[in-house]
């Protein structure tokens, strides 16, 4: 069984940074594609970043990139999505997951994902 368990989400203000982790236990994952995904209160989930374990290929999405970095550490199995220049709108609950393969190299599709983690939330204050 797989399990993602997500970490370090928290209240900061505009423009500060936060690490977020992902503990991933259960399988190897040297092939599957890591993703972070958010959902605002009373908005659909949305894609943020992703990347293959092996390789290190990376996408984001467009509100993020520059912002936010996605990295691992092959070594303990961790995801990490480093978040700066923090925004009120990047308020939300932050989901990692992990996807065996992906339909028409889509990172953005959320139902191509396998396995979810609990979510992490972040507030965004001004």
């Known amino acids: 069984q797989v399990q993602l368990v997500e970490s370090g989400g928290g209240l900061v203000q505009s423009g500060g940074s936060l690490r977020l982790s992902c503990a991933a236990s259960?399988?190897?994952?040297?092939?599957?594609?890591m993703g972070w995904f958010r959902q605002a209160p009373g908005k659909e989930r949305e894609f943020v970043a992703a990347?293959?374990?092996?390789?290190?290929?990376?996408v984001y999405a467009d509100s993020v990139k520059g912002r936010f970095t996605i990295s691992r550490d092959n070594t303990n199995a961790v995801v990490y999505l480093q978040m700066s220049s923090l925004k009120r709108e990047d308020t939300a609950v932050y989901y990692c997951?992990?996807?065996?393969?992906?339909?028409?190299?889509?990172?953005?599709?959320?139902?191509?994902?396998?396995?979810w983690g609990q979510g992490t939330q972040v507030t965004v204050s001004s």
């Open positions: 997951a992990a996807a065996t393969k992906l339909l028409n190299s889509d990172y953005a599709r959320s139902s191509d994902y396998d396995y």
């Open positions: 259960g399988r190897t994952f040297s092939r599957y594609i």
């Open positions: 990347m293959r374990w092996i390789g290190g290929i990376t």
